[in-house]
């Protein structure tokens, strides 16, 4: 079975969708969504160091997307003007990625699959290694699921009861370079962000609890993934950015129906 | 044995000293009010006592396995975030359905606990932050301006709450105002600070000390009164050695 391109595609999409489900959610709430960005558009400078000293595109993509990420929590705890900081941040790492690429002697790298993702080329190996990763963050998630969400809705009260809102953020920061190094192969650095606010921003139209939304946030990126290969197969578009498209559109789609359920409650 | 001791606490944030010499102790059964005027360092004296800030100088001890129950002056709660208050009291352990329902009675909202935080009045709000404290089995109640944006029966009804909850589970409560005119009458203590204890003592004896006056000023002129049950009058009045402690204090601050 998973000798089909098809079905590595699909499966290492379904578990990276259900992995960004929660954690998209903590994005959305904690507001890091150009964090998230920052972290993935590193990964392009990761994919040059990992090429330049051949080591495993993951390990390179995890480690500067790690990298990354507490650079910018640090300036975040120091008071940095946020939005200056990471659009800094995101788009130099983003170009000096790209230019380190054109360095690379002998490699003629098609920067294409990185940037928007190439899930129809998963093999094998890279299918065990999303699964993995995946399975971590998810995982982390849940293990510190109310440390985290204490911390979220208020520093100080979750001190009060004890939780380290610091150690909270670590598990976070983590689970987010995990995810861009797992999500680089599926929908690329330019959209894993799009992959981990999308579907908790249309969750949110439809749950009344943390829970729901970070459930339905994984089902709605696994739809996504789904709709997105078959639209790709169908109309032989790029396989990426069809997944984000679905995404906006079931978003769109809860957005309405949310607006219509409140007016005519309203009445 | 004290629930919390700080001894010669002084903080610092960003360079600017906040808080010098502070001196503080509280005991079980307790209740302790702080004023001050805004920027005073109320806050962060709280924040210093919650284990948030660490102090420049000074230490503070927590009784071992020390339970804080926290009521912040507000919660931002993200739009984003769906939050119903049966979840919201699940934080930081999951409660029973009957554990939330009792205590949702106890703090008067019964009816509240399907309903999203953000749709909460803010005296509704309020109790629900003091609900999920009590969840928590404190030894302490530490409260920051936790009438801000209640009208003057909605204070009082909030503050007899507090005593009664106080008289029930037998903790102490440390609560901080801004304005000593709405502090608990039941306050065994209030202490004045001004980035150091400015006086300290039973309510009235605060509001006549000069350096109280002189910070708040004769304010209101008596046109707002002290919320008072009658029988604190004569508790306050045989309190003898919250006047001499005052004195004291005042002694230092001069």
């Known amino acids: 079975m998973l000798d089909d391109f098809l079905t590595r595609a699909l499966l290492a999409g379904l578990v990276v969708a259900i992995a960004t489900g929660p954690l998209g959610c903590f994005v959305v709430w904690r507001r890091m969504a150009y964090f998230g960005d920052a972290t993935a558009h590193a990964a392009i400078l990761g994919v040059a160091l990992a090429l330049g000293f051949q080591i495993s595109i993951f390990i390179g993509t995890m480690v500067v997307a790690l990298i990354m990420a507490m650079v910018v929590s640090t300036l975040a705890g120091r008071g940095w003007a946020m939005d200056t900081t990471l659009g800094v941040l995101a788009h130099s790492a983003l170009a000096c990625g790209l230019v380190a690429v054109s360095f690379l002697p002998n490699v003629r790298v098609d920067l294409t699959a990185y940037l928007f993702g190439d899930i ?77 606010i999308i579907p908790a921003a249309a969750a ?64 | ?151 003057q029966p909605g204070v009082a009804a909030f503050y007899r709450l507090i005593e009664d909850v106080r008289r029930e589970m037998n903790c102490a409560v440390l609560s901080v105002s801004h304005d000593l005119h709405v502090v608990m009458s039941a306050s065994d203590r209030v202490i004045c600070i001004n980035g150091h204890i400015c006086c300290e003592g039973a309510p009235q004896v605060v509001r006549d000390a000069p350096e109280y006056r002189a910070l708040f000023g004769l304010g209101t002129g008596g046109a707002l009164a002290l919320y008072q049950h009658s029988h604190d009058h004569v508790h306050d009045e045989n309190c003898d050695h919250d006047h001499d402690h005052a004195k004291d204090h005042a002694h230092h601050a001069g």
Do not use: C
């Open chain 1, 120 to 196: 129809l080329a998963v093999s094998r190996f890279d299918l065990a290694v999303i699964a993995l990763g995946s399975a971590l963050v998810l995982g982390l998630i849940l293990w510190r699921w109310q440390g985290l969400l204490m911390a979220t809705l208020s520093e100080d009260l979750a001190q009060s009861a004890g939780i380290v809102p610091g150690r909270e953020r670590m598990v976070l920061t983590v689970a987010l370079a995990i995810v861009v190094a797992v999500a680089l192969k599926i929908v690329g650095a330019l959209l894993i962000a799009a992959l981990l």
């Open chain 1, 204 to 267: 949110r139209n439809l749950a009344r609890s943390p829970e729901m939304m970070a459930l339905f946030a994984s089902g709605i990126g696994a739809a996504s993934v789904f709709g997105g290969l078959q639209l790709s197969l169908a109309q032989d578009t790029p396989s990426g950015p069809s997944i984000v498209v679905i995404a906006a559109l079931i978003f769109l789609a809860t957005t309405l129906g949310a607006a219509l359920f409140q007016n005519r409650s309203g009445r």
């Open chain 2, 1 to 151: 044995m004290s629930l919390i001791t700080a001894q010669g606490v002084s903080v610092r944030y960003d360079g600017r000293r906040v808080l010098f010499d502070i001196d503080f102790q509280i005991d079980r059964g307790e209740i302790v009010t702080i004023v001050g005027p805004n920027g005073s360092g109320k806050t962060s004296f709280l924040r210093v006592l919650l284990g948030v800030v660490a102090p420049e100088k000074g230490r503070i001890h927590w009784a071992k396995g020390l339970r804080i129950g926290y009521v912040p002056q507000r919660l931002h709660l993200d739009p984003g975030l769906p939050m119903p208050v049966a979840r919201f009291l699940s934080l930081p352990t999951r409660q029973s359905a009957q554990a939330v329902a009792e205590v949702l009675e106890r703090v008067g909202v019964p009816d509240v606990a399907r309903q999203n935080m953000a749709t909460l009045s803010g005296g509704q709000f309020q109790r629900v932050l003091l609900a999920r404290a009590l969840l928590t089995r404190p030894d302490i109640l530490m409260l920051d301006e936790p009438t801000a944006g209640l009208d």
